[in-house]
């Protein structure tokens, strides 16, 4: 059956608070495929399930098929969770002796407070490698957007002068 019991869901969402999957993971999943390199229905259905209760948990899940090593066996799957790291490096390096710079080349410090900081700051390790993308643009979606700014009434908070009666 594409649906999962209750008892697999409880066994699933253990294995992702164990595996602490979050925001910027990608998840994908590996079926055994047919002779011709295509998912049967009954996968495509498992697949399409799972993409769901990922969804209703916040989480996206890879609409392709992610093979990985030997093909799982008949009726089993297997999870892939990929995951960017930041290792900011370690400030406050000063084993780099301090003779003379004839060199004038520069400190093994220099710049490390702003790597850490990026690193630090970023929601998505991924974007400091590949870059996010913007999707495709909608100028639809804009032009309702600066309608509803123009015409909308500001919800609830104090009137600021322009719309304050005279």
Do not use: H
Not at 17 to 22: A, D, E, G, L, Y
Not at 69 to 81: D, H, K
Not at 105 to 129: E, K
């Amino acid at each position: 059956s594409p649906n999962l019991s209750g008892g697999m869901i409880e066994e699933l969402d253990i294995f992702m608070m164990k595996s602490n999957v979050s925001y910027g993971d990608e998840l994908s999943m590996d079926f055994p495929l047919q002779r011709d390199g295509t998912l049967s229905e009954q996968n495509k259905d498992r697949l399409t399930s799972l993409s769901a209760l990922f969804k209703k948990r916040g989480l996206r899940l890879s609409p392709d098929v992610t093979p990985y090593g030997l093909s799982p066996r008949e009726n089993q799957a297997r999870l892939l969770i990929s995951r960017y790291v930041v290792t900011p490096p370690r400030c406050g390096d000063w084993s780099q002796p301090s003779n003379k710079n004839y060199g004038n080349s520069s400190l093994v410090n220099l710049g490390c407070s702003n790597q850490a900081n990026l690193g630090l700051m970023v929601a998505n390790p991924r974007d400091l490698i590949i870059g996010a993308s913007n999707g495709s643009p909608d100028a639809e979606k804009s032009a309702k957007a600066v309608n509803t700014y123009r015409t909308k009434k500001p919800a609830g908070g104090t009137p600021n002068a322009s719309n304050a009666k005279k």
